[in-house]
């Protein structure tokens, strides 16, 4: 059991407002993991000149990318998986969860997108019940951070400032979100992953667009440890 009581567990997903969860930044220091990982001391400092503006099809495709999805399970399985547990616990409280297995890695370089588009997630094959879960990994604000609508459906999107240490959950199923191109001069890295509370989820034979997985527990999905 936690001693956090649970923020909200949402029975309506169009009621979840997005919201800031913060953690301790030193129980799960995924910032020095991730540099580790991608062999860049200061990730704020990532250029990428030599990628184009990304588009849907190359907003994954970075060597960057690769290289965490390759070390993923090594590095940091073990911790996500706690992690998870722990928002788990924090959000939805005492019942059985299914988290992402494997966390979406996202870089937005200068003069360049993180993500190709504002969208719902609804567009992509996701369903009600889901949240998002939204980890930056550097410093994020303005043109370098995630926009979400400031209201569901009212394409009046707005920045979050974010630092490590916080995690911003919302609806990504509902409320349209993405980014801007990035003019703060300073590199974005972050990982998001979307949690659903078992009883919530349908399994409905689909194919996840950008992880090319089966949406179903046990290969995108996977049943969460209570804490
Ligand atoms: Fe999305």
Redesign the pocket.
């Known amino acids: 059991m936690s001693v956090f009581a649970a923020i909200h567990t949402p029975s309506n997903p169009s009621d979840f407002a997005p919201r800031v969860v913060e953690y301790n930044r030193r129980e799960f220091d995924f910032p020095r993991i991730v540099a580790e990982i991608l062999h860049e001391p200061d990730l704020q400092s990532i250029v990428g000149a030599e990628y184009a503006r990304f588009t849907r099809e190359t907003d994954q495709s970075t060597i960057y990318h690769k290289s965490f999805y390759m070390q993923f399970e090594a590095l940091m399985g073990d911790l996500y998986r706690r992690f998870v547990s722990h928002m788990s616990d924090r959000v939805f409280g005492d019942v059985e969860v299914y988290h992402q297995a494997v966390p979406t890695f996202r870089v937005q370089f200068p003069n360049n997108l993180g993500?190709a588009e504002m969208?719902?997630?609804s567009d992509?094959r996701h369903q009600n019940g889901e949240l998002?879960f939204w980890v930056p990994l550097t410093p994020v604000w303005g043109s370098n951070t995630i926009w979400v609508e400031a209201s569901r459906g009212g394409h009046n999107y707005q920045p979050w400032t974010l630092k490590p240490g916080q995690v911003l959950v919302f609806d990504?199923v509902n409320w349209r979100?993405g980014n801007i191109t990035n003019t703060t001069g300073r590199a974005r890295v972050s990982f998001d992953f979307r949690m659903i509370p078992a009883e919530k989820f349908i399994d409905a034979g689909e194919i996840s667009v950008s992880a090319h997985k089966r949406m179903s527990v046990g290969d995108y999905w996977e049943a969460t440890c209570q804490d």
Do not use: E, I, T
């Open positions: 993500v969208h719902k997630d992509y998002n990504s979100h």
